[in-house]
């Protein structure tokens, strides 16, 4: 099978160099705590009013102001700034703290979409930033969605319909 | 069910806070590149000759060199370095890229006893970034024992022999 990352590659368009030259600078030095709590502050207003259902219930099992906490500590702390996320949560684990939600290619876009109006509507962030910025959401947003996918040759595995895959690279 | 980094905590005898107190100082600043590859270079050593076939086992599919990499570049990356291991592979995804491996209580208390005794050999690491280093690696140990459960409830619920569980946190 393919391997996660060029799952995500190919399905967000965006290739590893770009997806994580947000390492290039020191975003968090950049742009200050304030940016990234407003951000995501932004992201889940959208989230939690979206008029489409079936995207704003996957999110109903948790309050607004941990989504908004875990969100912002984790781009703080990928972004160059202290470990929040892990002081409090440790290991980003990204993949297998997504395995409750039904991380499909229609939930990554809509997701994506959010993200992109929040940018839009944070101006404490510069346009460069916000182009590293959403490189990495969108690669990772499919890096998910190719995780997701995991979970199913397992399920095949222990009702024996199929043949295993090996899951990760 | 208990979160995940409750049970690497439960598990490991390690709480967050001494898990990463790696963060406490730059590690990668503190020691250098070659401390890592040394250290990595060690581990594996022993990992590959190591006369308890269920363990060295896991690791066959894998190249010695392969896997000294990966290692010392998610440690750099992890420990205040440059973001070795992204920029080549992506995001860690510590979980998910362990799926393919049986991570059992046993398995995790054979990898510490190995990485124990690599630290205790790789003489440009102090004594008191070994603490720290070993605190990080018995908890993420753990911490990757409980992802490894998560591939059974996903099992249960697709033969619906059982209700399903939420699976992190």
Redesign the interface.
């Known amino acids: 099978m393919q391997s996660?990352?060029h799952k995500?590659s190919e399905w967000s368009g965006v290739d590893?160099?770009d997806?994580?030259a947000i390492?290039d600078t020191n975003l968090f030095q950049k742009l200050g705590l304030d940016a990234f709590i407003n951000l995501s502050t932004n992201f889940y207003n959208r989230v939690y009013d979206d008029e489409e259902d079936w995207f704003r219930l996957i999110f109903s099992n948790s309050k607004k102001e941990d989504a908004i906490q875990n969100q912002y500590e984790f781009f703080v702390q990928r972004m160059g700034g202290?470990?929040l996320y892990?002081?409090?949560?440790?290991?980003?684990?990204?993949?297998?703290?997504?395995?409750?939600f039904p991380v499909t290619h229609q939930a990554a876009e809509r997701w994506l979409h959010h993200m992109q109006d929040a940018l839009d509507n944070t101006p404490d962030i510069d346009s460069d930033s916000k182009i590293k910025m959403m490189n990495f959401f969108r690669?990772?947003a499919f890096?998910l969605v190719a995780?997701d996918e995991?979970?199913n040759p397992?399920?095949?595995?222990?009702?024996k319909h199929a043949t295993s895959k090996?899951?990760?690279?």
Do not use: M, W, Y
């Open positions: 996660l990352q995500a590893t160099a997806a994580f390492d202290p470990p892990s002081q409090r949560k440790g290991h980003p684990a990204l993949i297998a703290r997504h395995r409750p690669h990772t890096f995780g995991l979970k397992n399920q095949q595995v222990a009702c090996p899951a990760a690279e």
